[in-house]
């Protein structure tokens, strides 16, 4: 009986493929640090301006 072939290769070339993937489909998006950065800039902007207009 014949066995099929087991290749390392194409097993590591398929995972390396799929470890792209994720890595990619992480960056796609903004970082959670530029979210919160985004955040705490409005917020001190907000509280800036109320502070000008109670003057």
Known sequence: M???PNDP???T???QTFA????SD????PSMA??????AVVAIV????I???MM
């Open 2 to 4: 014949s066995e099929t």
């Open 9 to 11: 290769a194409g097993s």
């Open 13 to 15: 070339h398929q995972f």
């Open 20 to 23: 792209n993937q994720a890595q």
């Open 26 to 29: 992480k960056s796609s998006g």
């Open 34 to 39: 530029l979210i919160v950065g985004v955040v």
């Open 46 to 49: 907000a509280v800036l301006v």
């Open 51 to 53: 502070g000008l207009m």
